[in-house]
C-alpha cells in the first residue's frame, strides 16, 4: 500500500510529493470512453458499482498516481433528496424541479445515503479490495450543490441562487442545512464504506465575495469538517477544495480542512503566504499547461514544488479537473515530472 | 460640468466619490429596451449614432451618475480586424471566421479606427455637445479580444486560447500585435474624437495564471498605456479593469493605468492594500448585490467606502457589469447611497 497521499494530508514527512489529477478517469482516456459507451450515459455510469469501479481504476496504474477517487457525480445528492437529475451531451446536467419556494424546499429530504446512494457505498467497497494506493471520497460542497438546486442546472451569474441569499435568506438557510445535512451523512457513510480521504467539491464558491462566503457558506462547510471529525477523529483527511478562490483563502481555513484545495489563478507562493503552515495544500498547475511540451511542463511542475516546500504537506493536483481534449502525453509528463522533481 | 469622476481618476481630492456603472445603459432600463427595439438588432444599435448617444444618456439624468459611456460593444473592434461578427440572443456573440492559423490571422487588417469605425467617432461627437459629465470611450484588452477571436464566441475553458498560446507562441504574439496596434488606434481615435477617459476591459483575464498573464497580456497592455500616455499625456486618464483578478492585482499595477477596476470577488481593503496608494481604483460592489433591500446595498456602499479611504482616488463602481434582471431602484439605491455618505 502506497499511503505517501495520506501521509502528505495529515502533514507528515514524505519521501516524495504525491500526486493525483481532478477527473483523472475522464474522457480525455480512450478507455474511459469504452467503458462509458459500454454503460449507454453517463448516469448508468456512475450508478453501476462493477463499471465505476472499473475507470476509477484505469489512470491508477497508466500513469502511476498516488490517489485514486471514486468515479461519481457531485449531483447525485441532488438527486437523492429528491430532484430529477438528467444530463445532455450538450447543455450538461438539468435538474427539473429546482427550489424557488418554500414548498419546492420541503419536498427535498435528506436521503439515507447507505440506502439510497448504495451504489456508491458498493462501488467503495469493490474498489477497497484491490487498490494499491489510497481512494478518496467525495461530495460537492452544500453552497456548490446550492446553485444546481437553485438554478437547476449550470449558470452564468447565479441569478436565483443569489436572489434567494439576498431576499429570502431564511429560505436559503433552510436549504443549506438540509444540503449540510445530506453532505455530512454522505460523507461518514463513504467513510464507513472504506474511503479513506473525502475531498468537498465547492466548484462555484469563487462566485461570492468574503463577506458573502462568510455568511452563506464558511459556516455549512465548517459543520461538516467538525461532524466528521467528532466521528472519526484524525484518521480520516479532509480536503476542502475552494475554486477561484484566491480571494477568499484567509476565510477557507476557517473550515479547519486538513488539506486546501487551491485553484490555478493563485501562484502558489501568494497561496502559502496566506494559508500558512498548519495546513497540507493540493495544487495547482492549470489544467490546460497540460497542453504545453514536456520540458514546459517540467518547468511549472518544478516551480510549483520549489514554491510549496514551506507548507506542512503538498499533494500535486491540477487547479481543476482535466479537460476532455488533453492529449494523455501531458498527463504523462505531469506526473512523471512531480514524481522525478520530487524525489521518487 | 461635473468633474468630480475625472479628478478622482487623476487621484486629485473630490468632494464626494463619483459613480458610474458598467453596462449602465442596458437591458434592465425599459427605455434601452424601447431603442433597441427600434434599432431592430443590438449591432445596429451600436452603429447608429442618434440611438447609441440616445441610450447613453438615459441612465445619466435618471440616477445623477457622475460620468457617461459610450454605448457600444468590445467586438467592433474584431469586426473592423475583418472577422465576421454576428449577436444571437441566446448563444451570445458569435465569429464565423475564428483565427486558428497564420493564414487567418494573415486575413486580418488593423483597422483605421476613424474609417472603419467612423460610427463611433460620430457617437462620441454628438455625446460631447450636450453631455453635463465626462465621457468614457473603451475597448476589450488584448488578451480578452483574443480569446474571442481564437474561440469565436463565448467559451468555457479557453481551450483554443491557451493552445495556440502554449504550442504556438508565436502566432499567438502576432496576433496579439495586431491586437495591440488595433486597440491603441481605436482608443486615440475616440480621445481625438472627445472621449475624456479611456476604459479596457479585460473580461477574461482571469483565466490566466499570474505568469501566464506577465507573459501574454501585460506588455502588450502596458504597451497600449504607454502609447496613449505619450500621445496624450496625463489629462487622459486610462482605466484598466481586470476581472476575477484577486491574484493578479500586483502585476495589474505594472500596466501603469491611472484607474485599476476591480471586481466584486475581493474585499476593498485587501486591493488597497495590494494595489498601494499611487493609483486609484474602481469598484467593486456584487452586481447581484443589487437585489439587496436598500438599507443593506446601503450598508455593503458603507463598507467600501470606508475600507477605499486610504487611496489616491477611488471611484465607485460595481465589479462587473448590471445584469439584465436588476431592479431599477437596485440602481437607484447604490447610486445615492454612494453620494450622500460621501458627503454630496
Not at 448516469?43 to 475507470?55: N, R
Not at 437547476?152 to 439576498?166: D, E, I, V, W
Not at 514551506?310 to 493536483?317: A, K
Amino acid at each position: 500500500m502506497n499511503d505517501t497521499f495520506l501521509k502528505a494530508c495529515r502533514g507528515e514527512k514524505t519521501d516524495y510529493t504525491p500526486i493525483w489529477i481532478m477527473r483523472q478517469a475522464g474522457r480525455y482516456l480512450k478507455e474511459y470512453k469504452a467503458v462509458r459507451a459500454e454503460a449507454g450515459d453517463f448516469l448508468t455510469l456512475c450508478k453501476t458499482p462493477e463499471l465505476a469501479a472499473k475507470v476509477t481504476h484505469q489512470p491508477i496504474d497508466m500513469f502511476g498516481l498516488d490517489a485514486a477517487i471514486l468515479f461519481s457525480d457531485i449531483l447525485v445528492v441532488n438527486e437523492a433528496m429528491g430532484q430529477d437529475l438528467k444530463f445532455y451531451e450538450a447543455r450538461g446536467p438539468v435538474i427539473e424541479n429546482p427550489v424557488r419556494t418554500r414548498k419546492d424546499l420541503d419536498r427535498l429530504r435528506v436521503p439515507d445515503a447507505e440506502d439510497e446512494l448504495s451504489y456508491v457505498m458498493e462501488t467503495i467497497k469493490l474498489l477497497r479490495r484491490d487498490l494499491k494506493v489510497p481512494l478518496i471520497g467525495f461530495s460537492g460542497a452544500p453552497f456548490t450543490l446550492a446553485t444546481y438546486a437553485i438554478e437547476g442546472g449550470s449558470s452564468k451569474n447565479f441569478l436565483n441562487t443569489k436572489r434567494m441569499m439576498y431576499q429570502n435568506p431564511a429560505l436559503y438557510a433552510d436549504l443549506m442545512d438540509k444540503l449540510t445535512d445530506s453532505v455530512q451523512a454522505y460523507l461518514a457513510a463513504q467513510i464507513r464504506a472504506g474511503a479513506q480521504v473525502v475531498q468537498i467539491f465547492d466548484s462555484w464558491v469563487g462566485v461570492l465575495d468574503p463577506s458573502d462566503f462568510v455568511e452563506f457558506e464558511l459556516p455549512y462547510v465548517a459543520r461538516i469538517v467538525a461532524g466528521l471529525k467528532k466521528e472519526f477523529g484524525k484518521k480520516v483527511p479532509i480536503i476542502y477544495f475552494a475554486n477561484n478562490s484566491a480571494s477568499l483563502l484567509r476565510e477557507v481555513k476557517k473550515t479547519k480542512a486538513d488539506v486546501i484545495g487551491i485553484d490555478w489563478r493563485i501562484d502558489m507562493a501568494d497561496a502559502v503566504k496566506q494559508i500558512g503552515k498548519r495546513f497540507a495544500v493540493q495544487g495547482n498547475l492549470d489544467p490546460l499547461a497540460l497542453f504545453l511540451p514536456p520540458d514546459k511542463i517540467r518547468e511549472r511542475v518544478a516551480d510549483i514544488l520549489r514554491k510549496a516546500k514551506p507548507l506542512r504537506g503538498h499533494v500535486f493536483n491540477l487547479g481543476h479537473g482535466v479537460v476532455p481534449e488533453t492529449p494523455v502525453e501531458g498527463v504523462r509528463a505531469v506526473v512523471d515530472a512531480v514524481h522525478e522533481l520530487s524525489g521518487k
